[in-house]
């Protein structure tokens, strides 16, 4: 069986890395295959929504499936097909969204010993395994190692678990490329 050629795009935000990787996606399926959109991103506030919308715009074009998935990302594995093209964007929110998850009940998961850790596992086992369904597959994250030199103890720990995933992703990954200014810097692999 053939593995899925995987693709890590990071940069800052606003930065052009969605739509990069959109486009990136659309010139490599030539109809070959469904795109598929995975969206992690849940709209709590005017700001979001907005994104949201933005991103939604930014899609109008192509024949996108889209897939709302903000946490449990192996939830997305029966709804893929052999031979799709596919887009998570992103992983920085996804992560976001995990860290809360159980805060309704008072008990965040980054407040519970053992839970990060175990989500960031299963995260990259259902990565491995759409390898081995899809054709491409297109990670997007936000880079947020480069800011103050310190945070509260939660963001700390966002940072520390962002950094970890995305050294993971990078190392497993075919192409890394970092957007700045909308210009793409490929760090490891062939962009084309």
């Excluded at 029966?78 to 998850?101: F, I, K, R, S």
């Excluded at 990060?116 to 994250?141: A, F, G, N, P, Y």
Aim: glycine residues 6%; negative net charge.
């Amino acid at each position: 069986m053939v593995r899925a050629t995987v693709t890590f795009i990071s940069g800052g935000a606003r930065s052009g890395k969605s739509a990069y990787a959109e486009q990136l996606l659309v010139t490599q399926a030539k109809n070959a295959g469904r795109l598929v959109y995975i969206a992690s991103g849940v709209a709590f506030d005017q700001e979001m929504k907005e994104r949201i919308a933005k991103h939604q715009l930014d899609r109008r074009l192509a024949d996108w499936q889209t897939i709302e998935q903000p946490v449990d990302f192996q939830q997305v594995l029966p709804h893929l097909q052999q031979g799709d093209y596919v887009l998570w964007d992103c992983l920085t929110t996804w992560l976001a969204n995990e860290m809360y998850e159980g805060i309704e009940e008072g008990r965040p998961c980054w407040q519970r010993p053992g839970c990060l850790e175990q989500k960031q596992q299963k995260l990259l086992c259902t990565i491995e395994q759409m390898t081995e369904i899809i054709d491409q597959l297109v990670i997007v994250s936000n880079e947020v190692l480069d800011e103050w030199p310190y945070y509260e103890e939660e963001t700390e720990l966002y940072r520390k678990t962002i950094g970890a995933l995305h050294v993971r992703i990078v190392e497993c990954c075919d192409v890394a490329i970092e957007m700045d200014y909308g210009l793409p810097m490929v760090w490891k692999g062939d962009n084309q």
